[in-house]
């Protein structure tokens, strides 16, 4: 059941894409605009770098054991009971990841949008429509994320040139006024977010051409920093480093200085897209989360689990933080730590274990 | 009301899943399925009971 399905390579760089870009692009500016101000733009590229370390970890790892996800090799790396512990710890990584997603998901909505429903219901209705995502499979999470990933680069296009006109790069100077070390404390949350292509471990095995997943990575971190880069200076631009760093939701202001001809309120249509996109990023996390409890068990049919997963999903979500401002504190203090242990701490030692396994043992990879 | 909501969807979950589940004959699925849902739905009443749980976040926090 899980092997049939398989996703092209492109189809793995929007979901990809849509991973890393989907939640952060909205808040980017304003968290690297706290650590560095007027720098903040020059974040995303510093963070890349940091990012690239990590990413290399994944991929050799992935690369090492070709056609099998983290919660099975684990098991051959670290032996029965210590592989299943890994496997666990990944699917609670994911779940959380999703949750905090959903709270982010329902936090916009309710600041910006939706200020009668309950936090519940906003969260239960995204719930549910994962869970019916995640029943249907990968092939299919990743074909209806082609045409949502299209809509949101498409977007993010348009709106980042239609404010074009608005823009001054000389509010981004004096450049590197403070120095580097700001922008390396500020790096540090973004580093972790490009490492959310942590999931990459789970897909790859479910590319058809599994040689070219270094590539996509790749491109995907670019894609990504650059857009990050662009929308950083964008807010910069317009509304300077401190009213940045105090925005909930960076890239929303950014929508509502259009006004072009009769397109006003575009946040409106922005946010309408964007829906799709976390739509996307929660039903993958949740995907692995799933996927990662049925490997930890060695389970036939990990459907079932899926609706008890969303459950726990949803309440997740709801004692992710009792307001944004809260989230944004865990996500500036532990989220650095916590995310790279599971993206970068994780993989390198079951890199390195496999190794000294390896030279120890020269038949290694056949045992079962 | 709450806890009719509630009570509903879990038992909603479990009448989707479960009878397909003991149909094949699949065990380990069925005591991680009730053991999840069990989880969800502690954590479910108590959050609209607003019992003190354990909150994940929380105590990732004070590490």
């Keep these: 059941m899980l092997k049939e399905d398989r996703i092209s390579g492109s189809q793995a760089f929007n979901l990809l894409v849509i991973t890393v870009m989907g939640t952060e692009i909205l808040i980017f500016p304003s968290f690297a ?11 995303p590229a510093v963070a890349l770098v940091g990012a690239l370390l990590v990413v290399l970890a994944q991929i050799r790892l992935a690369a090492n054991f070709p056609g099998q996800t983290v919660a099975q090799y684990s098991r051959l790396v670290l032996g029965n009971l210590p592989g299943r512990l890994v496997s666990l710890a990944y699917a609670w990584f994911f779940l959380h990841l999703a949750a905090l997603v959903l709270r982010r998901f329902g936090g916009l909505m309710e600041t910006v949008f939706l200020r009668e429903p309950p936090l519940v219901v906003i969260l239960l209705v995204m719930g549910i429509l994962a869970v019916s995502a995640v029943r249907n499979g990968l092939g299919c999470l990743a074909r209806v994320n082609e045409l949502i990933a299209a809509i949101v680069v498409a977007a993010v296009l348009i709106l980042l040139s239609l404010i074009a006109k608005e823009l001054d790069i000389s509010s981004l100077q004096p450049v590197l006024a403070a120095g580097f070390l700001p922008l390396l404390r500020s790096a540090a949350v973004p580093i972790a977010w490009y490492g959310e292509v942590v999931v990459l471990l789970y897909i790859i095995p479910h590319l058809q051409k599994p040689e070219r997943g270094t590539t996509i990575v790749l491109a995907v971190l670019l894609v990504s920093a650059a857009f990050f880069t662009i929308s950083t200076m964008a807010s910069i631009m317009l509304f300077g480093p401190d009213g ?7 890239f929303v202001s950014l929508a509502r200085m259009v006004r072009i001809a009769f397109f006003e309120r575009l946040e ?18 949740l995907w692995c989360c799933v996927v990662s409890l049925g490997q930890a068990f060695n389970l036939q049919e990990y459907r079932p689990l899926i609706p008890p997963l969303g ?30 242990l599971f993206e970068f701490f994780l993989p390198l030692f079951l890199l390195l274990a496999a190794n000294i396994r390896a030279r120890l043992d020269p038949a290694f990879p056949k045992k079962p | 009301m709450v806890f009719l909501g509630l009570l509903l969807l879990f038992i909603t979950i479990a009448l989707w899943e479960g009878p397909a589940l003991v149909k094949q004959r699949l065990w380990g699925e069925l005591i991680l399925f009730v053991v999840l849902l069990l989880l969800g739905a502690a954590y479910g009443f108590g959050l609209a009971l607003d019992i003190p749980l354990p909150n994940p976040t929380r105590d990732r926090e004070s590490l």
């Design chain 1, 33 to 43: 605009a706290r650590g560095a101000g007027v720098d903040a733009w020059l974040v």
């Design chain 1, 244 to 250: 940045t760093a105090r925005m909930a939701f960076p």
């Design chain 1, 268 to 285: 409106a249509v922005i946010m309408g897209i964007w829906v799709g996109g976390i739509f996307v990023k929660i039903a993958l996390f």
């Design chain 1, 311 to 340: 459950v726990l999903l949803v309440i997740l979500a709801l004692l992710s933080g009792e307001s944004l401002l809260e989230l944004n504190d865990f996500l500036l203090h532990s989220f650095p730590l916590y995310g790279l």
